[in-house]
């Protein structure tokens, strides 16, 4: 996919589609993704991409001849027939340099294409639990630019129905030109939230996660997503345990049960040297003050840039909380 995160690099998420367990979204006028559980769909969906035929890049790459797997046409209107027959990948994805027939090739018929570890701009959301980390090699401090891969776990014991949704960024006493809205904001952190699922627990978060493009102290973002007409808080975080039986099951978590989490890929540039904040919001309720210690376990942990009354994560690794707790552990994503 690094050739999709290259094509739609500056975009942002647009045109969300979610039906019968699928979703599909455009990246402006420059990408078309859609996944689901299975295969099976078989639908006409705006694309919001130029007419033409374009090679879905999950099954093959474009050849000098047209494509090595499936091929779309989309029509003048941008609308497509986005159809998801692979049982072992359900994955549809198209875009601006990857048309029929467009082939930079290395004489074998794949594409070439220049290695994308990070790139500026909106990165996609575009895969169900883990996508592998945008580099295995940790660079000495961390990452300080570009975009990375960034887990929060924050635990909270809940009752069903209640929502947990992260707040955060650079606190307004540390950074001049912060504003009230997160479009302008100088604090606000621009994200793209990684799909985590799409059974029903999965729908508030896969709701309130459309349009959220920036952790900030805010709210609901102009244009967010809401769910049953209720808006979002924040950035939607979703309830996880280790239990394999249980529907909110996640294999990154391997703490417990009521552990709230976002996976999100996160500009590193906008951070304090690869450092941010972040608190939770609680069925409405804010954390308190966290009195962070001077320093946070785990293997990519270590002792704290600077003070601050809110969790402190780091950019491009694996963060752990306890909601109210001065408790924190970071780790490298595996």
């Avoid at 879905?56 to 209107?77: A, F, L, R, W």
């Avoid at 401090?141 to 009752?159: L, M, N, P």
Wanted: charged share 15%; proline share 5%; aromatic share 10%.
């Amino acid at each position: 996919m690094a050739g999709f995160r290259k094509a739609v690099s500056g975009t942002d998420v647009e045109r969300w589609w979610s039906e019968n367990g699928y979703i599909a979204f455009s990246r402006g006028n420059k990408g078309f993704f859609a996944m689901g559980n299975s295969p099976g769909l078989d639908e006409t969906i705006n694309t919001g991409l130029p007419a033409g035929t374009y090679c879905n890049v999950i099954s093959g790459y474009p050849t000098t001849n047209g494509c090595e797997g499936e091929s779309v046409s989309v029509d003048g209107n941008g609308n497509a027939r986005i159809r998801i027959s692979n049982n072992g990948d359900p994955i549809f994805a198209i875009h601006i340099e990857a048309k029929s027939g467009s082939s930079n090739t290395n004489g074998n018929g794949r594409t070439v294409a220049p290695a994308v570890t990070s790139q500026p701009g909106h990165p996609p959301s575009n895969t169900v639990g883990l996508q592998p980390h945008t580099s295995t090699v940790t660079p000495p401090g961390g990452y300080i630019s570009g975009w990375h891969q960034t887990i929060i776990f924050i635990k909270k014991r809940t009752r069903a129905g209640e929502e947990v949704f992260f707040r955060g960024g650079i606190d307004h006493s540390r950074r001049q030109g912060c504003t009230n809205d997160a479009k302008t904001d100088s604090c606000a952190i621009p994200i793209g939230q990684r799909a985590l699922g799409f059974q029903e627990h999965y729908d508030k978060f896969n709701a309130w996660r459309s349009g959220d493009t920036k952790l900030d102290w805010h709210g609901a973002q102009n244009g967010q997503g809401t769910y049953h007409g209720k808006a979002a808080q924040g950035t939607p975080a979703v309830w996880t345990t280790n239990q394999p039986s249980s529907e909110g099951f996640h294999p990154l978590n391997i703490f417990g049960s009521d552990y709230w989490m976002i996976d999100m890929d996160m500009d590193c540039t906008s951070t304090e040297g690869g450092w941010f904040e972040v608190k939770a919001l609680a069925n409405g309720v804010w954390e308190g003050h966290i009195n962070q210690m001077t320093s946070c376990s785990g293997d990519a942990g270590g002792r704290l840039p600077f003070a601050s009354k809110n969790h402190l994560a780091r950019c491009g690794f694996m963060n752990v909380f306890e909601f109210n707790s001065n408790s924190c552990t970071v780790k490298t994503i595996k």
